[in-house]
């Protein structure tokens, strides 16, 4: 499964530099967060109430994996410190060695929980679709080293016929001492 | 050929928002820039005088394109209107119908002539990889719609072990009055 070793290859704590950029407004965004991502075992109790909550008929969980991110942008302050911090919990359900449906407990636009589909291109890029109340997304992954991993995402107008904003992430793996 | 419709596809003027990241010292550039992107006759000197210059053997050139842009950074002003320009001529050289070699009359990391390997991934997704002297830099585009590119890149080391810089741009086509 592409998938696992997908899930296996991000584990880890990363470095991001993101940039976010605003079309209509030919805005910038510049974000650095601390990202940390763990697989989770299938049988602990968040992965399967999260299952329970979305009900996925005959496919199969495989490699759960939890990512937390806590992140200082230049556009807002979230809290008092400026940062910004949150948790999500991924369970994908393979269709496929190479696609299958990815339930995540918060989604990447709206803070509800999503049922996306994901696909590998040729090269490996990890490719996650999600539609939203008021949008669609696309993000898409891919690695260029074992330590270097990049991320770009676009937010669609949820009939896709307009585009919102796009951002690119580069994310460095923090080697231990 | 997949080359042709991705060079007609790209024929236009676009604005770019681009945001570098350079990974070392994490730090982030903002450019903002006008891109022209032109079909040129495959029989037209520029395009006679560039094949010359670099001998090909059996491969047939197709659809050669010139991209001119103007860039306005935040980081380095290239002249006393902060302004920077140049000029590129690309003539694609197919070896198979998703991939080929790649005659450019300026380098993007380094400023020589140079040759470079394309190929298309699974999606459509446009990767243009070249060797340089000191570095070695990939490229990729790929199209959200009819009138927003992608374009991401990355410079590692000449022998690829370390990564220097990674780059995005969101160009979005300018449409006629």
Redesign the interface.
Known sequence: MKIEKFAIKSEGEW?S?R?G?S?VF?Q?E?V?SNVSIKLIDINSPEVESLIKSKIKGELKPICPFRVDWEAESDWEQENSSGVASGSCLLIPFPTSSTEGMMLRSVGYTEEIETVSRYEF???G?F?LTTKYNQSTT?ERIWF??EN?R?R?S?I?TAKGTG?LQ?S?S?E?RRLKD
């Open positions: 470095c530099m940039s950029h079309l030919q910038f510049q650095v291109l040729s090269d890029t490719i696309e260029l080293s270097l990049c770009s676009v669609k585009i796009t690119y580069s460095i």
